[in-house]
């Protein structure tokens, strides 16, 4: 047996999840008796995601991702070091990625998703980077933006939350795809990243004056990709600018995730009217097709230093709560990481 802290679910939320409502910070027992294949490790980093929220709900409504069962400890990507293993993928002091808890340590059945990160206790590269832009994030905005986006050089692309996990790769690898790039942030130092570190082409704040004027004033000529991740009144705006046979890829919509009376889009007609494609995506629905070059391409950018990438790293499980809600209200600044321990 092992004391382990933990974060909690302890009840799902209508609106925004609330520390000490609807997950805590516990000490446990974990049973780390492995049986045949069991690996356990100790979390480094956790990866906090938009994603999770559709996790709490009542575990009836059903999704492509199941909910988080009362009592038990929140879930996501990770980096971990394995500390025990009966599974010979996995060596001891191996540094792995996968899904783990919310939790000092996680008993991972079979190694089941686990994956190891050669050479990483050597690498540049910092051990976050493997639950940001080399994890889910990087494969996200890779993925969707070259199947979904379809994008052409001289097109235009708009995103929102540009400033985030998902929205600073898609507007970096915009640009080197000969685009321009627009993006939308809710702070005035995000604005700042967006155009004098990623060098997008036009930003706006979009808490400052009317989203519409916003978005026709930085793209005078229509917008050809919309890149989702707010939904509301950015997505409304962005179909009244988008141009004829535009896409718009459907990454999330955060926005609408903490209400229960979500906004009315109210133009949505236009997108008969001017052709528009609209297409959701999960992921895992481009991994096969899109992996190996993800790996190589973004792997190359990152150490090359072609590509910017910024995270918002809370220290201790303690502090995952807050700095989880503070991510579903737009307060991290990049993508959003708890560093739970060191190597």
């Not at 190694?111 to 493997?130: E, M, T």
Request: aromatic share 8%; proline share 5%.
């Amino acid at each position: 047996m092992v004391q382990n802290k933990s974060v909690i679910f302890l009840a799902s939320p209508t609106e925004y999840p609330v520390p000490g409502e609807h997950f805590a910070v516990e000490t446990r027992e974990l049973n780390a008796e492995l049986k045949e294949n069991d690996v356990l490790v100790r979390n480094l980093y956790l990866s906090l995601d938009p994603y999770m929220r559709g996790r709490m709900r009542d575990s009836h409504v059903k999704s492509y991702v199941p909910s988080y069962p009362i009592g038990q400890p929140v879930s996501g990507g990770g980096v971990s070091e394995v500390t025990e293993s009966k599974n010979p993928a996995f060596p001891i002091g191996s540094i792995v990625t996968g899904m783990v808890g919310w939790e000092e340590y996680t008993l991972v059945s079979g190694g089941q998703g686990l994956r190891v990160i050669p050479n990483a206790r050597d690498s540049k590269i910092p051990l976050s980077a493997y639950i940001g832009v080399l994890g889910m994030p990087g494969m996200t905005a890779y993925s969707s933006l070259k199947i979904i986006g379809q994008p052409k050089a001289g097109e235009t692309i708009f995103i929102s939350a540009a400033a985030g996990a998902v929205g600073q790769l898609v507007g970096q690898m915009a640009k080197k795809l000969g685009l321009r790039v627009i993006g939308s942030v809710g702070s005035d130092d995000k604005l700042d990243f967006l155009l004098k570190e990623l060098k997008f082409d036009a930003a706006f704040n979009y808490k400052k004056g009317s989203i519409l004027d916003n978005l026709k004033a930085a793209a005078p000529q229509g917008i050809d990709i919309y890149y989702e991740n707010v939904g509301g009144e950015q997505l409304e705006a962005a179909l009244d600018v988008l141009n004829i046979h535009g896409r718009i890829v459907a990454c999330g919509m955060i926005s609408q995730y903490n209400t229960p009376n979500p906004y009315g889009v109210k133009n949505l007609m236009n997108i008969v009217g001017k052709r528009i494609t609209m297409r959701g995506f999960i992921v895992s629905d481009f991994a096969e097709q899109c992996g190996a070059d993800f790996a190589k391409d973004v792997g190359t950018w990152l150490v090359k230093g072609e590509i910017v990438y910024k995270e918002d790293i809370a220290v201790g499980l303690d502090n995952a709560p807050d700095a989880f809600v503070g991510m579903l209200q737009g307060k991290n600044f990049g993508k959003q990481v708890v560093k739970v321990a060191d190597l």
